[in-house]
């Protein structure tokens, strides 16, 4: 089975942008689930999807946001970029929400805010 | 509010030696324990998990660990390094309690193997 994909793997974005990042996740997994990693502040979770629908949510503002689609992908929208937002974005792919489910994570989207 | 704490940053042994990294978390409840691995170049991979049951739990590579509920701990240990374990490893919880699954993850410990 393929693993999960990201796309683009390197961003390169200036203040005020706003981006959208993809995740493919592994065939026949349903969900998907978004981490942000910073030196400073490590690995950090951003959201849930399931089913088309968000499940749980970190401390993250109202600017980054996401979605799924009916066939799993998922992307993520980060508005009016910061400079802090410079981080390595990763996404993991689950079957199901439940807790028992290994999380299988992809290589990541590294985003540079300049 | 919930954390995991890995207090080695940078480890370094040499080939041969015993490993033990240490994790712990911020407080009880019903938890899934993970342990992770990034080796140089790759994405994070699973290591070991613990949802319940034996405490002592074995992964991949000769890794296992240990969950001790009552010091809210999860090490990790390897009795004899590789130079391929060279790679940073993060400890993860899932606090069930929450009723949500969203993994909250150590700092890390990044580990160098000598030859």
């Known amino acids: 089975k393929a693993g999960v994909t990201q796309t683009p793997r390197y961003l390169i974005k200036t203040r005020g942008q706003q981006v959208t990042l993809s995740c493919s996740p592994i065939s026949g997994h349903r969900s998907v689930s978004w981490y942000q990693q910073t030196p400073g502040q490590g690995l950090q979770f951003l959201f849930e999807y399931f089913s088309e629908t968000q499940r749980n949510k970190g401390n993250f503002p109202g600017r980054f946001s996401g979605r799924q689609f009916s066939n799993s992908r998922s992307e993520m929208n980060v508005s009016t970029l910061e400079l802090g937002d410079s981080a390595l974005y990763l996404c993991?792919?689950?079957?199901?929400?439940?807790?028992?489910?290994?999380?299988?994570f992809g290589p990541g989207t590294r985003l540079t805010v300049l | 509010a919930q954390s995991v704490s890995q207090h080695n940053h940078h480890v370094i042994l040499s080939e041969a030696a015993s490993l033990e990294l240490g994790c712990n978390y911020s407080y009880g409840g019903t938890v899934n324990l993970f342990w992770y691995v990034q080796y140089p170049g790759q994405h994070l991979q699973l290591l070991l998990k613990y949802f319940s049951g034996d405490p002592l739990v074995k992964g991949i590579k000769g890794f296992e660990a240990e969950f001790i509920k009552s010091k809210f701990s999860f090490n990790l240990r390897k009795p004899s390094v590789q130079w391929s374990d060279t790679a940073e490893y993060f400890c993860a919880v899932n606090w069930l309690d929450t009723g949500r699954r969203a993994l909250t993850f150590g700092s890390g410990t990044r580990l160098q193997v000598q030859p």
């Open positions: 993991a792919s689950s079957p199901s929400a439940a807790h028992y489910n290994e999380q299988f």
